[in-house]
Nanobody, 115 residues
Framework: QVQLVESGGGLVQPGGSLRLSCVAS????????MGWYRQAPGKERELVAT???????NYADSLKGRFTISRDNAKNTVYLQMNSLMPEDTAVYYC?????????WGQGTQVTVSS
């Protein structure tokens, strides 16, 4: 079993930045992909970005240039640096870890962009 714990969410003004972190623990094997997804009120969960253990990244097209995903394999941690935040970025952000066709999810962290 894998546990994921997100942190770093909060309230930020438009144009501001936040850095989310997610620590994975439990039965973690190499070759996994970690990522971030988000779900806004009344909308489906959508991809933000993923990163493989080898460092290959994939971003939602609409977020390229503003969001940056990274990971520290030694710490089993994935990060999401979010810059130039906009009100439409308001959502619950979920961390995920996928290995051998099984995905695990964190509880989510709320990000609210508002003045």
């Amino acid at each position: 079993q894998v546990q994921l714990v997100e942190s770093g969410g909060g309230l930020v003004q438009p144009g501001g930045s936040l850095r989310l972190s997610c620590v994975a623990s439990g039965s973690i094997f190499g070759g996994n992909t970690m990522g971030w997804y988000r779900q806004a009120p009344g909308k489906e969960r959508e991809l933000v970005a993923t990163i493989t253990s080898g460092g290959r990244k994939n971003y939602a097209d609409s977020l390229k240039g503003r969001f940056t995903i990274s990971r520290d394999n030694a710490k089993n941690t994935v990060y999401l640096q979010m810059n130039s935040l906009m009100p439409e970025d308001t959502a619950v952000y979920y961390c995920s870890l996928t290995w051998s066709y099984t995905s695990y999810w964190g509880q989510g962290t709320q990000v609210t962009v508002s003045s």
